[in-house]
Each structure stands twice: as C-alpha cells, then as structure tokens.
C-alpha cells in the first residue's frame, strides 16, 4: 500500500499569508495526485487534480506543485475563507488519503 | 452536475453488519470512466478510503478493511451500496459516498454526498 505523509499536521497563519502544505508518498505516483478542502460539516471540495490542475471554480491563489514522490499545495494570499482542513489523495494504487492539514487563525 | 446521497441506518449494533446505499441522481452510472467510492471519517478525524466500485461491478478494497467491506452496483436503479460486517464502536464514523472520475488528471473524487452519520454501539 501507498503511504502518505502530509505536513505540518497544523499551521496557524494570518490573512495574507502564503501557506504552504507538503504532501510525500512512500512510492513514485506520477501525477497522480489530488488536493481537498474541507470545512467543519461539510463534505470534502477538490481544489488540485493530477497535481497542478486547477478545478473549475476554485480561485487562482491556490496552486500545485511536483511530481513522483514529493508534491505541494500553496495559498498565496490566505482568505478568511480558507481557514479549513486540506487533503492529499493519490489514485495512482487504489486510493489514499494524507492524514490532513488544519489551517487556523 | 451528478448528486449522491446516502441512506441507511444510523446505529448498528456492534458484531452485526453495517449496510448504506448511495443514490445517484442528475445522471448516468453507466458511462465509462467513473468509478463509485466509499470513504469514511471517524468523529474528528481524517478520511479514510473504503473502497471503489465500477459500473462493470469491479471492486477496489482498502486492505485494511478487505476482510470486512463487500460492495456493489445497480445501474438499473443508479444506486451503489456498501457493506461492513463484524462492526465495532472503532467502525463509528461519517460515511460518504462519492464519484471519482478518470476524465480529469490525477483520476480524482468530483462529487461527493453529504455524509450519513453510523454509530456503532449496543
């Protein structure tokens, strides 16, 4: 099985900060992976696909970086509303998903 | 835009067999390339992949649940249903259903249902 390792598994910052969240895998993936918001009660919302994908509708301050093993997701300038949990998903085998990363004021 | 939702009872007594269907309405299961998935979040926790289902009835489990989980698929009734046997209070979590397409690099989950809370406790 594919294990994921998603860091820091908290981060607190302030609107307009550039936050970083790092995502590795345990094997290559290719491009095979994917990122997701979630916020409390709701289900969770994808943001990045195959890496560096924008979805449709997702604002542009959001981005996705790497390939293989090692892949990040940036906010460049946090918004009030993106105080929320993010996840890594790879789909290369199966699927997993990272353990989370909580974003908080 | 497809929609998902799930149903099914919210408390299962535990060693019994936990079972959810999920509906999909606004359109078809049958086209190729989607494939149907179950993921669970315990209260406070991260999410944990079930497993995945094609129209075809192919069947992806996470090892770690292989043992317990079975799923299946009615096109006919565009519906997919999960089931998780031997269940204890470690099994007590928020179900989703969900649609991962392979339309989109990096074959993600694009829709998902609102959640169906399980408890599992006598």
């Known amino acids: 099985d594919i294990q994921m390792t998603q860091s820091p598994s908290s981060l607190s910052a302030s609107v307009g900060d550039r936050v970083t969240i790092t995502c590795r895998t345990s094997?290559?993936?290719?491009?095979?992976l994917n990122w997701y918001q979630q916020k409390p009660g709701q289900a969770p919302k994808l943001l990045i696909h195959g890496a560096s994908n924008l979805q449709s509708g997702v604002p542009s301050r959001f981005s996705g970086s790497g390939s293989g093993t090692d892949f990040t997701l940036t906010i460049s300038s946090l918004q009030p509303e993106d105080f929320a949990t993010y996840y890594c998903q790879q789909s290369y085998t199966r699927l997993a998903f990272g353990g989370g990363t909580k974003v908080e004021i | 835009q497809v929609q998902l939702q799930e149903s099914g009872p919210g408390l299962v007594r535990p060693s019994q067999t936990l079972s959810l269907s999920c509906t999909v309405s606004g359109g078809s299961m049958t086209g190729g390339g989607d494939y149907w998935s179950w993921i669970r979040q315990p209260p406070g926790k991260g999410l944990e992949w079930i497993g995945y289902i094609y129209n075809t009835g192919s069947v992806y489990y996470n090892s770690s649940l292989d043992s317990q989980v079975s799923m299946s698929v009615d096109t006919s009734k565009n519906l997919f249903s999960l089931k998780l046997a031997s269940v204890t209070a470690a099994d007590t979590a928020l179900y989703y259903c969900?649609?991962?397409?392979?339309?989109?690099?990096?074959?993600?989950?694009?829709?998902w249902g609102q959640g169906i809370l399980v408890t599992v406790s006598s």
């Open positions: 969900a649609r991962g397409t392979t339309s989109l690099k990096g074959w993600p989950i694009d829709s």
């Open positions: 094997q290559n993936i290719d491009n095979y």
